[in-house]
C-alpha cells in the first residue's frame, strides 16, 4: 500500500513518533514516542519553572524538528526503493 507523505508528516507532527509508525518503522517510532515523553518528563521534573520554559522548547522543539526532517528521509528512502522495484519489474 502506498504511503502519503502529506499524512506522514501530519501524524509526525500531532505525535512524534506516529509519522514512523505509520510508515511501518514499529520499533524506531516507539522509541521516539518514548523518548519525546521522557524529554517533556524530565524537564518538568528536574528543570526549574522560569528556566523550563527557555529550556523545554530548546530540547524538546529540536528533539521534535529531528524526527520531521527524520521521517521525510525515510519516506524518501522508501518511495526511492519502490520506484527501483516498479522499474525493474517492467
Known sequence: ???SLAITIILAVLIAGLGHIY???KKRGAIILIARI???LGIFW???FPMSW???PIFGG???LW???DVVRLYNKIKSGQAQ???FKN
Do not use: E, N, R, S
Open 85 to 87: 522495484t516498479t522499474q
Open 46 to 48: 528536574l528543570v526549574p
Open 54 to 56: 527557555v529550556i523545554g
Open 38 to 40: 521522557a524529554i517533556w
Open 23 to 25: 510508515l511501518g518503522y
Open 67 to 69: 524526527q520531521l526532517i
Open 62 to 64: 529540536g528533539f521534535w
Open 1 to 3: 500500500m502506498a504511503k
